[in-house]
């Protein structure tokens, strides 16, 4: 009964190949949040969306991109992922009347070789 | 920029032991939370307190928050060794929307 879900758990991609992270929920919250997280550190918000409203962080790299083709659904894709790019991916969603609480998927372990 | 800042930076305790964990914030807030991450897995909320309220309890957590210091602490008490994970503390502010601002976390380890 996972409630935000994140598939692959584990993906390796090569150098410079696109690859695509996604993300589903059965919350039916209305926002839904992108994280990159690198061991031992705070997860760093990439982009978010409110309803259908794509919201990016001034300091995510053009190399990362998103869609939310549905409420249930988003995606991450990192269009040429280098070395730096190896990290948790963490997908997030929440709601305003719930104050914004953020639950959270399993994450997925990117890699790259 | 992450507005939060915890301390210690690691913890390691006894099981029975209480742990306390720090964070201190930057901006003004709304609300501050706290989460916690297994290894390798993604974080699970623990606790919100708002910005008017200075204590909360929820089974073995106890948070306070001190808007005029800017921080709030985490208490586990009695704890156990399933309670080893990495806690995060996270601020939304009038400034933020939607956004949380996580604190760099503090590790903490409790031996069996």
């Known amino acids: 009964d996972a409630m935000v879900i994140q598939n692959p758990r584990y993906q390796v991609t090569q150098f410079g190949k696109p690859v695509t992270l996604s993300c589903s929920q059965t919350?039916?919250?209305?926002?839904m949040y992108w994280y990159q997280q690198k061991s031992s550190q705070a997860p760093k918000l990439l982009f978010h969306y409110y309803d259908k409203d794509f919201n990016n962080e001034a300091d995510t790299p053009d190399n990362f991109q998103s869609r939310r083709p549905n409420t249930s659904f988003c995606f991450l894709d990192i269009r040429s992922p280098g070395l730096g790019d190896a990290a948790m991916y963490l997908c997030?969603?929440?709601?305003?009347?719930?104050?914004?609480?953020?639950?959270f998927g399993a994450g997925t372990r990117l890699s790259v070789l | 920029s992450q507005q939060g800042e915890e301390d210690p930076q690691a913890l390691s305790i006894q099981e029975g032991e209480n742990a306390t964990m720090n964070c201190s914030y930057k901006?003004?807030?709304?609300?501050l939370q706290w989460y916690r991450q297994n290894s390798g897995r993604g974080l699970v909320h623990l606790i919100l307190i708002r910005s008017n309220e200075r204590e909360k309890h929820s089974g073995r957590l106890r948070v306070t928050l001190d808007t005029s210091k800017k921080s709030s602490s985490l208490l586990i008490t009695a704890s156990r060794a399933a309670d080893t994970a990495s806690y995060f503390c996270?601020?939304?502010?009038?400034?933020?929307?939607?956004?949380?601002?996580f604190g760099e976390g503090t590790q903490l380890t409790v031996n069996p």
């Open positions: 996270a601020t939304d502010g009038e400034t933020s929307g939607s956004r949380l601002t």
């Open positions: 901006t003004s807030i709304n609300n």
């Open positions: 997030a969603t929440s709601r305003a009347t719930l104050a914004f609480i953020q639950y």
């Open positions: 919350l039916n919250h209305n926002v």
